[in-house]
């Protein structure tokens, strides 16, 4: 049997979207999940800071009754020196029944399929993709409006931003109407217009048509080579999204981690009713729980 791979979100047909949303949803509203009885050994391999992501992926696992090994790079020979394909496979000569990777490299995931073919989820690869993060975004979207085709804005760092590049494929597949909201030195206009001609650009917060929801991105200051600082002072002096720009009261979404007052103002994230922040938090156990169901099928 061909191992699974959610590696981007073209891995993924439509159906199988719309699969692993219900199931996701559906593990949300059951109040006793029972556990396996065929446990598998599941990898969690973290190259890159994460708290939710790692979290929600050894939870999901464990509420599944999977039993969950986490490597982080301080704690692995990584970090003596040994190389990455190394260090690969020598986990792989351990036989985990699949393998969750977060790396700064782009395209790692799919590579480490291609050479071992193992079910494999990806946990972000540098800038590329965040595809678990975009399909927990979507139940997110779907608990509130159903199937109806929403209006959403994208806004920040979107040419550094993995999960920007994740939620504008699938947002793209089911046909939403996306804004995409940054100045030039954060887009990558020609790369954005291959994956959906139809987006819409825009170069500032203020006169944005009325949306259902507005996602604001973290500004990726450890993927951006020179003058970060400068590109976050510039930023935050344009795009930081204060209660002004709220008046149409859009939902609010952001992957997280924020930073307070960059690119969400402190007075909105701790007040605003209509975020949705910690929600994404929480479904993500939900979406990582499906998504482990679906490569270990
Ligand atoms: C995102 C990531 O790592 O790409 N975080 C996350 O997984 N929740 C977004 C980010 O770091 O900005």
């Avoid at 790692?54 to 190389?83: D, M, P, R």
């Avoid at 720009?245 to 307070?260: D, E, I, S, T």
């Amino acid at each position: 049997m061909v191992s699974r791979k959610i590696t981007s979100v073209d891995d993924l047909s439509l159906k199988e979207i719309s699969s692993i949303v219900n199931k996701a949803l559906r593990f949300k509203k059951s109040t006793n999940q029972k556990k396996t009885n065929k446990p598998k050994n599941i990898f969690n391999l973290f190259l890159e800071a994460s708290t939710r992501t790692t979290i929600s992926f050894e939870l999901a696992s464990k509420k599944l009754g999977h039993n969950v090994i986490n490597v982080n790079f301080e704690k692995s020979s990584l970090s003596k020196g040994e190389t990455f394909n190394d260090t690969m496979d020598t986990l792989i000569s351990m036989k985990p029944d699949a393998l969750i990777i977060r790396d700064k490299n782009n395209f790692s995931p799919h590579e480490i399929y291609q050479k071992h073919k193992i079910p494999i989820l990806n946990a972000g690869d540098g800038t590329n993709e965040h595809p678990t993060q975009a399909l927990l975004d979507l139940c997110v979207i779907k608990s509130i409006f159903k199937d109806k085709k929403i209006k959403i804005g994208i806004c920040g760092d979107i040419k550094h931003s993995r999960v920007a590049h994740s939620n504008i494929k699938l947002l793209s597949k089911l046909n939403h109407e996306i804004h995409i909201i940054a100045p030039n030195y954060f887009l990558d206009k020609k790369e954005l217009t291959k994956i959906n001609r139809k987006l819409v650009f825009h170069k500032s917060l203020s006169k944005l048509p009325k949306l259902d929801v507005i996602m604001m991105l973290r500004v990726q200051k450890e993927r951006i080579s020179k003058n970060a600082k400068s590109y976050m002072n510039s930023f935050k002096k344009d795009f930081c999204l204060n209660l002004n720009h709220l008046k149409n009261q859009p939902y609010l979404m952001h992957p997280g981690p924020v930073n307070r007052n960059i690119e969400i103002d402190s007075k909105v994230l701790d007040s605003y009713s209509k975020s949705l922040i910690l929600r994404q938090v929480d479904m993500g156990v939900y979406l990582r729980m499906a998504c482990l169901d679906f490569i270990l099928k």
